[in-house]
């Protein structure tokens, strides 16, 4: 891998899977511990929309996706708090009406139909300097609002109604989530893209929370899971000649089963020491 630093190609695409990862890290430990991996999943697939009016309007697809992602996550996070035992079935209506959406824009845009698979599937060695500073600010976003209601969003991850009596804003701090889910998916998109962002937001840090009981250890752990992913996938697909955020998935989502299988041998462990007479 050393030798593959050599190129600005591979350098943008290490600077933005590091800068991925700290989204990762806080974002993805809070939906794992709120259990929101599906509303999640709705928002990421819903950005394509974004995508699409992005080119149709001829501006930054990226910026569409930004505007997009977040109208579409606060529509979500409403119909989740206002209309709980319908909410999977509006959210997945929501989420085919984005991704719709986006590609009907781009059909009707004018001119040449851009090549969309990288958005959909992730284009890490393509990213180009100037996304660095648009994940970088983001990621700035992310970590400014986590560490000003950090105990206002753990509260309301935990135990909703012991928050109430508290006095936390709960429905606020539940849109405020969703909000920053929209960030962390536009970051993703173009290093594993829309189809696999909820893998690489979700298994580091189901991984951490699975290991680390305390939630600030548990985001680090996330974040460090998710780089070490990002370094072990980039690898590999540049030396097997192997799709970069594929490649990445496959990496993570075997870290993930190799945590469930040692989870379950500490389990078989313990109950054997428990069952055994002592001397």
């Known amino acids: 891998m050393i030798e593959a630093l050599q190129f600005e190609f591979f350098r943008n695409a290490l600077w933005a899977g590091l800068l991925v990862s700290v989204a990762c ?20 697939h819903a950005a394509y929309g974004g995508i699409g009016l992005g080119f149709y309007l001829g501006i930054d697809p990226l910026l569409g996706a930004v505007g997009f992602s977040l109208i579409s996550a ?20 929501l ?18 139909k851009p090549d969309l698979m990288s958005y959909l599937f992730g284009s890490i060695l393509a990213v180009p300097p100037s996304y660095l500073w648009l994940m970088l600010a983001l990621n ?10 950090f105990k206002e969003l753990v509260a309301s991850s935990f135990d909703e109604g012991y928050a109430l009596t508290r006095g936390v804003p709960v429905q606020a701090m539940h849109l405020a989530m969703v909000a920053l889910i929209a960030l962390a998916v536009v970051m993703m998109m173009r290093v594993v893209g829309l189809i696999m962002v909820i893998a690489l937001l979700t298994m580091p840090a189901a991984i951490a929370v699975d290991w680390v009981k305390d939630v600030k250890m548990a985001m680090v752990a996330a974040g460090s ?3 070490l992913f990002v370094i072990i996938g980039l690898a590999l697909s540049f030396h097997l000649n192997l799709t970069s955020g594929a490649t990445i ?11 469930l299988g040692a989870l379950r041998l500490r389990g078989r462990v313990r109950s054997a020491q428990s069952e055994s007479p002592a001397p």
């Open 25 to 44: 890290g806080i974002v993805g430990t809070l939906v794992v511990l709120r259990r929101i991996v599906f509303l999640s999943g709705g928002i990421a």
């Open 95 to 112: 989420w085919a009406l984005g991704m719709a959406t986006g590609i009907v824009l781009i059909d009707v845009t004018p001119g040449y």
């Open 225 to 227: 899971l998710s780089a």
């Open 140 to 149: 700035a976003v992310i970590l400014l609002f986590v560490v000003l209601f």
């Open 74 to 93: 606060l529509a979500m996070g409403l119909v989740e708090l206002r209309a709980r035992q319908r909410a999977d079935t509006v959210i997945g209506v």
């Open 249 to 259: 998935i496959l990496v993570a989502g075997t870290g993930y089963l190799v945590s």
